[in-house]
């Protein structure tokens, strides 16, 4: 029997209808969740999230505004609209579209960013509370990938996880978050990276696989076991003379090969990546919820 897809468009769609719920909840009380994002440049990867972000926001009932500073800016010139963002009342949530430019130190524009208004989850601040299991944003893709498994029926509670990939983004996070003593995570879980010898021993004792390394196909259908639930986290650009545009996405895993396999996977394009602009959607209207509170 072939795996079943888990897609994250229709868990996003879910989520998103109980956000539009909890902002009409605020509103009634006079707060209306506000996200600023702030824009250096013209990356198309980075207008392209931007904008998605923005139409999220807007479907929700949520107020959004991007600032666009010119490519040429300086690090003073982001730390000054970080601190405009972080005191003006009308923002519950602050977001610094990454990559900045070489020049402007991006640690210390992440550690400038108010810790309350830190949607994103990189604040220094926001990263130990996460390490303690106490209240605070999650990082976007750890957190989305959390609400997948527990909303698609495969919850890691009790289950071996096998994290490959070890970024400061996804597989630290992650990893931290899954080993909460909590419901929807209390896992057992294991973190694989380049240094990892032997990597398919580790893999096939996975019950869930997530496969954050940044490299295409680079886990195939032999390195799991029968039944293993897949997390494919990996957006790769490989060479497609079919496509217009010459290239076209794929994961970190084998998907093809790992559908006969699998019990559930997750496809690339249309998997982990519509989770991450509603994930930083429910970071601003949890941050509203907690300062109206």
Known sequence: MPAKIIYGKEISAQIRVELKERVDRLKARGVTPGLGVVLVGEDPASVSYVTAKAKGAEEIGMFEETIRLLPTSTEEEVLATVDRL????RFNGILVQLPLPKWVNTDKVISFISVEKDVDGFHPINVGRLLRGEPCA????????????????????????????????????????????????????????????????????????????????????????????????????????????????????????????????????????????????????????????
Request: proline share 8%; hydrophobic share 40%.
């Open 86 to 89: 972080n005191r003006d009342p």
């Open 138 to 293: 999650i990082p976007c893709t750890p957190y989305g990938v959390v609400q997948m498994l527990t909303r698609s029926g495969y919850s890691p509670e009790g289950r071996h996880v096998v994290i490959c990939g070890r970024s400061n983004l996804v597989g630290k996070p992650l990893a931290a978050l899954l080993v909460q003593k909590k419901k929807g995570a209390n896992a057992t879980v294991t973190i694989c990276h380049t240094g990892t010898k032997d990597l398919p021993s580790f893999t096939k004792q996975a019950d869930i696989l997530v496969a954050a390394m940044g490299a295409p196909r680079v886990i195939t259908a032999d390195m799991i076991r029968e039944g293993c639930v897949v997390i494919d986290v990996g957006i790769n650009r490989v060479p497609d003379p079919t496509s217009p545009k010459g290239y076209r996405l794929v994961g970190d895993c084998d998907f093809d090969g790992m559908l006969a396999k699998a019990e559930a996977i997750t496809p690339v394009p249309g998997g982990v990546g519509p989770m991450t602009v509603t994930m930083l959607l429910l970071n601003t209207v949890e941050a509203a919820e907690r300062q109206a509170d």
